[in-house]
């Protein structure tokens, strides 16, 4: 019963997949498809380059920040070696930071942070590059 039913199913179904095959297949161009798709791409990758810059424009950080323990500053020392600097309170903490310890260095009271320095190399590129951008006006 229920193989008979299929079957009378598909046969009134077979005038509408024939008219289906009589009307032409819109053309659809590979070269348009990839170019659509390139296009979107680089809009995904924009946005998350344009998301990245936001956040750190307005200071967002990936950890979560209390207003106890703040990171004053942080070096390498080597492969997976960090001394961190830790402000608590009025006091700055500097710690060693190993993968399997951290140790308290020194206790220090809470100071400065002094301004970043310039050095030559960064300031005779930047006249260099200023005189270049003057000179490429002037032509």
């Known amino acids: ?9 598909m046969l009134l179904a077979l005038p ?3 008219r289906a095959a009589d009307t032409p297949a819109p053309a ?3 070269a ?3 170019l659509q798709v390139f296009i979107g791409l680089v809009a995904v990758l924009l946005l998350i380059v344009a998301t990245a810059w936001a956040a750190k424009r ?12 703040h990171v004053v500053s942080s070096t390498s020392v080597g492969a997976r070696e960090r001394i961190v600097v ?3 309170g009025e006091s700055w903490l500097v710690v060693g930071v190993t993968p399997s310890s951290i140790n308290s260095l020194m206790t220090l009271p809470k100071g400065e942070l002094p301004s970043p320095r ?3 190399l960064n300031t005779n590129f930047a006249a260099r590059l200023q005189h270049m951008i003057e000179k490429r006006r002037d032509k």
């Open 58 to 69: 307005m200071g967002v950080s990936g950890g979560s920040s209390s207003g106890l323990l």
């Open 16 to 18: 509408l997949l024939a």
């Open 32 to 34: 348009g498809s990839l």
């Open 86 to 88: 830790v402000e608590i």
């Open 1 to 9: 019963m229920m193989r008979r039913a299929c079957v009378t199913w």
């Open 28 to 30: 659809v161009s590979s």
């Open 118 to 120: 310039t050095t030559s």
